[in-house]
């Protein structure tokens, strides 16, 4: 990423795009210049989800990881946000300090995606099959995660990583940060 003449490395970074059926992955490059749907990973065919995504998460040598946490129009989190959350604490546990696991606002991501590749290279992704659905909802689900990715990329190009070169300290919560909040005693002085 190139701020004020200057070439900042974002570091490259996973996007996971939860849903009750799949989870989309997106990785962007290290200079947060280009972002790559992955596809997606069939929570039905694939038990322990958790353990492929740390292994693409590790395939790809990223530094962070952004789980989306759906929000609805009104503001409030949609259905899927508490299994979201869940899912980020364990990509937590399960990678320890070593990569970065972040929540940040997903958005209307999937109805982006829908957009993109019904008017892009994508769009036999989005033809209709029977019942009126989409043909491929996982490259969807794949292009919601690029989507969400770009959205906080271009946030990072406004507010520029932090005085000490860390990315993303003006989106999202780091999901250690979180669990300090949440231990007992954490905000009494104990």
Known sequence: MVRNGAIRQIGRTLAVDYGSRRVG??????LGITTRPLGAIDRR?????????????????VQRILVGIPHLA?????????????LAGAL?????????VREVDEGNTSQEAVVRLASGRGARA????????PADKGAIDAAAAAVMLESWLREQGETGPGADGEAGRSRGVRVAERAKQAEPGAHDGR
């Open 92 to 100: 937590a546990a399960a990678l320890g300090p070593s990569i970065e």
């Open 74 to 86: 009104s503001g409030d989190e949609g259905a899927v946000a508490a299994p979201a959350r869940t």
């Open 126 to 133: 989005v033809r209709r099959g029977s019942g009126g659905r």
């Open 45 to 61: 065919r694939t038990p322990d989800f958790v353990a492929a995504i740390v292994a693409v998460a590790r395939d790809e040598a």
């Open 25 to 30: 992955l997106a990785v962007c490059d290290a």
